[in-house]
């Protein structure tokens, strides 16, 4: 590949392929040298790639050969890994040799994973209600505006907004959630 084709890489599949069939070899030598790990040095050649084509828009053949530039591109994607992993060792050396969850902390972790399925599944269902209907009960029944006042934040008249809260609250009780139906109901203010 002629160096004033390289930008090429980031939008022609075919120029892609011809540049990674060029420089990968080279590409993973440079990273085995520096990385002991053949799954990690894997990821990062592939990395190296994904960097050259985000990159590749603003290579300037003045500044030297395809391979040079790729090769500091290699050298960048190696460095952020040496930092990355850096990080994550002194990580690990500052909680190396505490406990960190007892048997009783995992019991207690694991009830409350278990109390907040009920949640996230109530949020997903929320998610599936139209915007107008989720709008109103996010605002009653989470930001604790009585119904008036939400009808206030949206514009619009407030027996819409009993009516739309009215609306979600039926979808709610469909998917099932019966004792959810009493999470999220609050008296409907005027």
């Known amino acids: 590949m002629e160096p004033h084709e390289l930008p090429r ?6 120029a892609l392929e011809a540049f990674y069939r060029e420089h990968v070899e080279a590409v993973q030598r440079f990273v085995a040298r520096r990385v002991g790990d053949p799954h990690l040095a894997a990821d990062l050649t592939a990395e190296v790639f994904l960097a050259a084509i985000d990159g590749a828009p603003g290579y300037r053949a003045g500044r030297g050969a395809p391979a040079a530039w790729l090769f500091g591109v290699a050298r960048n994607v190696v460095a952020a890994e040496h930092r990355r992993a ?9 909680i190396q ?3 960190l ?11 409350r ?23 109103v009960l996010e605002l009653v029944a989470l930001d604790e505006l009585g ?11 407030p027996v819409t907004a009993r009516v739309r809260l009215h609306r979600a609250r039926g979808a709610l009780r469909c998917h099932a959630f019966d004792d959810a139906s009493t999470a999220i ?3 409907l203010e005027a």
């Open 147 to 157: 119904v008036a006042e939400a009808a206030a934040v949206l514009g619009i008249r």
């Open 113 to 135: 994973i278990a109390a907040a399925a009920q949640a996230r599944a109530l949020f997903a269902a929320m998610a599936e209600l139209p915007d107008g209907v989720r709008a």
């Open 97 to 99: 040799g505490r406990r």
């Open 185 to 187: 109901s609050r008296p």
């Open 101 to 111: 969850l007892d048997p009783d902390d995992l019991d207690r972790m694991q009830e």
């Open 9 to 14: 890489i980031a939008h022609d599949p075919a």
């Open 86 to 94: 850096d990080r994550e060792r002194r990580a690990h050396a500052r």
